[in-house]
């Protein structure tokens, strides 16, 4: 069967940026950064994004373009007979199973969110009464298992049509149009009454925040938002990899989607920072923020119906876009490793996707007594925490490892395939540096993780 590739550069950039941007970039990004000393802690992500972030990210498309596989196929083409490369492919696999078995249900909120505001439903209702919203929103199993059911049966459709008819042609408008509403959103939050002061907490660097924090820790953080930023160890970038073209070198492809990735998350707290301080809101409520704070803070505001609901309509592109790219990985790991038609393996994978994400459904009122991760804790909680402090670190470093190692596919053939078409090329020089320190980092990221 002949592999399918993108229509466009413009396609393949925007379907991987879509996939690194997700939820995390838009409340988790703001957040940390208030926590982090503002200016400060943007300029170390932006480094730690360059320094380690990209080169994985070349490492995972490497994989694809050199294999012309998933992430299931792609060890068994390229490595050495007798090696064991290839069960981090099945490792892979279950980290986007494991990832969509939480992330369909808060794409879910997303979009509920949104019908709610376009309805109308929070017109009028004072602070109580949205936090209220919410609550009945997780206390109600119905509610959440439809809207988490919309979004997978919509993802795995739009995949089940193709590469170029389905996944690129809906991404693409989809991508674009979550780029012009965060720049229209963020205009109009710096022009509320008192957002100028919000934007001077975000972007100028405060040394007495830094030291407040201690400055390892802003490094640190810097370096967890950067790396976990791409969506990089189970193999969700190296599918695009396997798709695309070989015009181009890696390098400057991963550099266009981390400005892109960048671009989003600098953005969205342009749109939280200036709205949270003209409305005298504390902006480090993390997850809160969006479901509670920010609709009293819409509620609150002249054309607040409009605003909301271009809000959630952005924030359900973010989660749908990641959604939609995962979903295609799936789908192509079951049509290469055994030779399901698209169509069928969207349907096995949409069914099996419906029922593994109802632990997490559940986890908010029926199964609510269950708490994983200790006390408040849910099902959610320890989904996500395997995926994004365990899968995620352990599987970029076995990527980087594969790419570098001379028991793996190798620095040479890694370098090769990095470097043909036009553009940045990987230097060369730059060997010892991947070899050692960023697994380093890697490392020490996981450890951290652990905590």
């Known amino acids: 069967m002949k592999r399918e590739n993108f229509k466009s550069r413009l ?15 838009v409340w988790k990004f703001p957040y940390v950064t208030g926590q982090n000393g503002g200016g400060f802690f943007v300029l170390f992500y932006l480094f730690f994004l360059i320094a380690v972030g990209v080169p994985v990210l070349t490492m995972e498309f490497a994989v694809g373009r050199a294999s012309k596989k998933s992430v299931i196929c792609a060890y068994e083409t390229l490595e050495k007979p007798g090696s064991k490369w290839h069960l981090h492919g099945y490792a892979a696999l279950f980290g986007n199973y494991m990832l969509m078995m939480f992330y369909t249900t808060v794409a879910g909120w997303m979009l509920c969110y949104f019908y709610k505001f376009l309805k109308g439903d929070f017109t009028g209702l004072d602070t109580e009464a949205v936090a209220g919203e919410f609550t009945g929103m997780l206390a109600s199993p119905g509610m959440m298992t439809f809207w988490m059911a919309v979004i997978v049966i919509a993802g795995f459709l739009i995949c089940s ?4 008819s389905g996944v690129e042609k809906i991404s693409k408008p989809m991508m ?11 205009g109009h939050s710096i022009l509320l009454e008192g957002g100028m002061e919000g934007l001077k907490f975000y972007l100028i660097p405060d040394w007495n925040k830094v030291e407040e924090t201690g400055i390892f820790q802003v490094i640190i953080a810097a370096l967890n938002q950067a790396f976990f930023t791409l969506s990089l160890g189970i193999g969700s970038m190296e599918i695009f990899g396997s798709y695309m073209g070989r015009e181009h070198t890696l390098l ?15 953005t969205s707290g342009l749109i939280i920072f200036p709205a949270c301080f003209a409305f005298g809101v504390d902006p480090k409520a993390g997850p809160e923020l969006v479901f509670i704070t920010l609709p009293n803070i819409f509620t609150s505001m002249t054309g607040g119906r409009l605003w909301g609901s271009l809000f959630f309509l952005f924030m359900t592109f973010a ?38 994400s109802m632990p997490c459904v559940l986890g908010f009122n029926v199964l609510s007594g269950f708490a994983p991760r200790g006390a408040g804790s849910t099902v959610l909680d320890l989904e996500d925490f395997i995926v994004s402090n365990l899968l995620l670190p352990i599987g970029s470093l076995i990527f980087l490892l ?19 078409g036009t553009g940045i090329k990987f230097p060369r020089g730059l060997r010892f540096y991947v070899t050692y320190i960023i697994p380093i980092m890697i490392i020490a990221i996981l450890i951290m993780g652990l905590k």
């Open 11 to 25: 396609g393949f950039i925007l379907i991987s940026a879509g996939c690194a941007i997700g939820i995390g970039n």
């Open 161 to 164: 049509m193709g590469l170029q």
């Open 176 to 186: 674009l149009g979550l780029l012009i509403l965060i720049v229209v959103l963020a």
């Open 252 to 266: 400057g492809e991963s550099l266009r989607i981390a400005i892109l990735d960048t671009f989003v998350a600098i």
């Open 319 to 356: 989660s749908f876009s990641t959604i939609i790219a995962v979903f295609e990985n799936i789908i192509a790991c079951c049509m290469d490793k055994w030779n399901l038609s698209r169509k069928k393996a969207a349907v096995i994978n949409g069914i099996f996707i419906l029922a593994a």
């Open 402 to 420: 594969f790419c570098v190692t001379k028991y793996g596919w190798g620095f040479d053939a890694y370098l090769e395939e990095a470097n043909e």
